[in-house]
Nanobody, 115 residues
């Protein structure tokens, strides 16, 4: 079974940094597109960043220049480095992968940016 486990969330002040990790199992990790989403209370879940098997990346406009998605295929792990964090970044962050038309999600990790 495909399993995704996020970690690295926490409480930080505006301007601070966090690095989120997502450990994957049950798939041949290196061939898959991996995604980070986030969801704030009362809001729709939104795509934050994507990385392909070829390590091409895409970002939501609001995080460009501040967030960096990367992957370590040897560790079956995708990362989201978040710098210059803003209160608007506060959300539960989820790792996602699609396999055979089925979407898989981690349990989420809370990121809170507050003074």
């Amino acid at each position: 079974q495909v399993q995704l486990v996020e970690s690295g969330g926490g409480l930080v002040q505006p301007g601070g940094s966090l690095r989120l990790s997502c450990a994957a199992s049950g798939i041949v990790f290196s061939i898959y597109v991996m995604n980070w989403y986030r969801q704030a209370p009362g809001k729709q879940r939104e795509l934050v960043a994507t990385i392909t098997s070829g390590r091409s990346t895409n970002y939501q406009d609001s995080v460009k220049g501040r967030f960096t998605i990367s992957r370590d295929n040897a560790k079956n792990t995708v990362y989201l480095q978040m710098d210059s964090l803003k209160p608007e970044d506060t959300a539960v962050y989820y790792c996602n992968v699609n396999n055979a038309g089925v979407g898989y999600w981690g349990q989420g990790t809370q990121v809170t940016v507050s003074s």
